[in-house]
């Protein structure tokens, strides 16, 4: 079994920074694509950063020159450093995984969400 555990998030002022991270653990045999998405109260769940397994970075316009994603292959780990934070960067932010955890097949997983709310 597979499971995305995110931490880091919390309440920060505007202009504040975070740093998500997000661990795959259990049976995990490769990754490929690492993202992480926020979903707003009211709002539709979109992409915030996504990293492919070569290292190639994929950002929403919203978020560019902001935030950083970035992952340590090493310990199945993506980080999503956030820097000047805004009010509408407040949501819950979810992990995002495509790992193959037998060597056959890949599958799509998500992390439980973590909370970040940027308010003075």
């Known amino acids: 079994q597979v499971q995305l555990v995110e931490s880091g998030g919390g309440l920060v002022l505007p202009g504040g920074s975070l740093r998500l991270s997000c661990a795959a653990s259990g049976r995990v045999f490769s990754i490929n694509a690492m993202g992480w998405y926020r979903q707003a109260p009211g709002k539709q769940r979109e992409l915030v950063a996504a990293i492919t397994s070569g290292g190639s970075t994929n950002y929403a316009d919203s978020v560019k020159g902001r935030f950083t994603i970035s992952r340590d292959k090493a310990k199945n780990t993506v980080y999503l450093q956030m820097n000047s934070l805004k009010p509408e960067d407040t949501a819950v932010y979810y992990c995002?995984?495509?790992?193959?955890?037998?060597?056959?097949?890949?599958?799509?997983?998500w992390g439980q969400g973590t909370q970040v709310t940027v308010s003075s």
């Open positions: 995002n995984a495509d790992i193959n955890p037998y060597g056959a097949r890949w599958y799509d997983y």
